[in-house]
């Protein structure tokens, strides 16, 4: 469960804090350096001394005050990568458990970092007005999260309030993710167009999603908000690849490979890798079928909204770039 409770309850009087769950994860890291002071982080991973073991798999037995948001960052999310239960087990257990912990503690704001994978990757645009479709038990597991966020919500609907955030493909330092196999991809001259080069790519830098997730819980009144976070417009893998080529050293595909012999390329690659007990930086069948259908999602209801993008794509690289030393993209 948790240890160290007596040093969290002593860090938890006086001023209100805020409580991330799965704050040692990529964007939790991020959004702890965003909000730096009165932030304590519940994780499986312990990073250093400030990070309190948690499993949320199992009920949080801890009673804290004054807490005025919980963000729940907590997920299994790299897909491919489980077992198809390990996603049910982990983000739908989760869910209830952070539920039950606010419910106990009487906490009156969640932020629940959701995904776009509860829409399907497809060339039709999505909006948070479109019924969604998943079609992985990632996207499944995800989208009965957010029905359990939203029942407890809907037990105080004039007191709770609850932010969902539906992020793009998110990008930056550490992400150890999509953009970072594109880019040594592309440093290696290993990339090629898979079949098209105008395939849509919904993303969001990390500073962006974490600063508005901290804008949100400051400025929603109770209730249910639903937003997808990404770029408006959107921008196709042409578009992403030229300017990371141009801020950065990386060198930008020229060549359009058939689906087909990129499909089998991938699939002959992953299988050798499993016989020999090797990994070839994250190639995988899977995610090269990802690689060729678009993630048309619209954000148009976060400028509508009032929330903006602090970076560009192009700002959005640069800033990430010079935060690696100019050394590359990690």
Known sequence: MVKNITGIQNIMKGDKQSVVFGGSGFIGQHLINRIVRGSINFDLVQNDESTNFCDICNPIELHVNDISVIYNLAAIHKTPGHEDKEYFETNIKGAKNVC?????????????????????????????TTLPMPNTPYGISKLVAEEIHKRWQAEKPSERKLIIVRPGVVFGQNEDGNFTRLYRAMKKRQFFYPGRKDTKKAAIYVKDLVRLMVLMAEKEKPGVHLYNTVYTPIH????????????????????????????????????????????????????????????????QKLLDHGYKMEYSLDEAIEDWYKDCKREGLY
């Open 100 to 128: 039950e912990f606010a419910r106990s503690n009487k906490v009156n704001t969640i932020v629940f970092t959701s995904s776009i994978a509860p829409y399907a990757p497809s060339e039709v645009e999505k909006k948070e």
């Open 236 to 299: 196709p893998i042409e578009d992403i690849c030229k300017i990371m080529a141009r801020v950065t050293d990386a060198k930008e595909p020229k060549l359009t490979i058939p689906s087909g012999a990129l499909k089998l390329a991938a699939s002959t690659i992953y299988f050798l890798g499993k016989l020999i007990g090797k990994s070839f930086d994250g190639i995988h069948p899977d995610r090269v079928k990802k690689l060729m259908i678009s993630t048309n999602i619209n954000g």
